[in-house]
């Protein structure tokens, strides 16, 4: 449209002619950023899998929420400090002046928050790996290899052989 098409518009139709072409965009640039995301097959293709998330998986979800909820610990829930430290964040972003220090010391608290996590996760399935049998290793390394030979999105999953 030109000026003189929209200077007889209402106001309110000229927010929405400029919301939906915002709009309008926003799916288009969507739909080009997962075309070109894509652009070569399923993404992660090619990519080998994450040893720890192939980990994670194999524990199970059950066993991971069970960690989880062990960590909350004295300080509250897990999900509570997360808030905490999105919380703490966005305020410091808003803040006049930044404060990258401060910013950094959440992120790093986070960092070796989950540091440890991720720790105590592999020490469980350590524990796991040392009661299995030879066969019931070998059978996690077959599942392993042809997770790897397949990519990450053609996985069974941990006992769905």
């Not at 995301?37 to 069970?66: N, Q, S, T, Y």
């Not at 608290?109 to 105590?120: K, L, M, P, Y």
């Not at 299995?132 to 390394?141: G, N, P, T, Y």
Request: no cysteine.
């Amino acid at each position: 449209m030109t000026k003189e098409t929209t200077q007889g518009l209402r106001p309110w139709l000229k927010a929405v002619l400029v919301v939906s072409l915002a709009l309008n965009l926003a799916v288009i640039g969507l739909g080009a950023g997962a075309a070109w995301r894509f652009k070569d097959g399923a993404h992660g293709a090619g990519h080998p899998p994450m040893l720890g998330r192939f980990i994670f998986k194999d524990l199970g979800r059950k066993e991971v929420r069970r960690l989880l909820q062990d960590r909350g610990g004295e300080t509250g829930g897990v999900h509570d400090r997360r808030r905490g430290e999105m919380e703490q964040v966005i305020a410091l972003l808003r803040a006049e002046t930044l404060d990258a220090p401060a910013v950094m010391a959440v992120v790093e608290a986070h960092i070796v928050e989950t540091d440890g996590f991720i720790r105590s996760v592999a020490q469980i399935w350590e524990r796991r790996l040392e009661g299995m049998s030879l066969k019931q290793r070998r059978k996690l390394a077959d599942r392993m290899q042809r997770q790897m030979e397949k990519g990450p999105h053609h996985r069974k999953g941990p006992g769905r052989d």
